[in-house]
């Protein structure tokens, strides 16, 4: 089997004439002629190859809805961290001093206590913000890249 195959290498283009027989290689360019051996496969660990799509997570692992807490979900407890909190009118403040990373919610979206409604980096580590408390978001403050300080107002959840 021959074939012709053109590519650019250094910025110049070549056309190599490759004719395979068995394990060798016979490469034409021009008036040059170069054969080579293939090698065998090597019997270690395979390099995995790149996939056209994500694979579905398993279903031991539902996905949830960006929107929606995971069943069983709960806020995080101040000994796993710092917690935001509803202050009056229902005004949600950040925990910590961070930059807004991500908001999963906005105006007129139902939540459930436990529920994220945003993501903080602080400390070079990101920070998921429950909401304490079910109700309805009825304003964000704070938008994506926004530095907050720790206690500032980030949304109003009635």
């Known amino acids: 089997m021959s074939r012709t195959i053109r590519f650019e290498w250094e910025g110049k283009v070549y056309e190599v004439g490759v004719e395979r027989a068995g394990d060798r290689l016979t490469l034409t ?5 170069y054969v080579v051996t293939l090698l065998p496969e090597p019997s270690g660990p395979k390099v995995p190859q790149p996939r056209a799509s994500t694979p579905s997570p398993p279903a031991a692992f539902p996905q949830a809805s960006p929107l929606q807490a995971p069943t069983g979900a709960s806020a995080p407890t101040s000994a796993a961290g710092p917690t935001a909190e509803l202050g009056s009118a229902g005004a949600l403040h950040a925990p910590m001093t961070g930059v807004i990373k991500e908001i999963k919610v906005g105006p007129g979206f139902n939540v459930e206590q436990g529920q994220v409604v945003l993501i903080m980096e602080a400390m ?6 429950p909401s304490p408390a079910s109700g309805v ?14 206690q500032q107002k980030l949304m109003v959840i009635h």
């Open 29 to 33: 360019h021009g008036e040059k002629r």
């Open 124 to 129: 070079k580590m990101d920070i998921d913000v």
């Open 137 to 150: 978001v009825a304003e964000v403050s704070v938008k994506v890249g926004d530095t907050v300080n720790a």
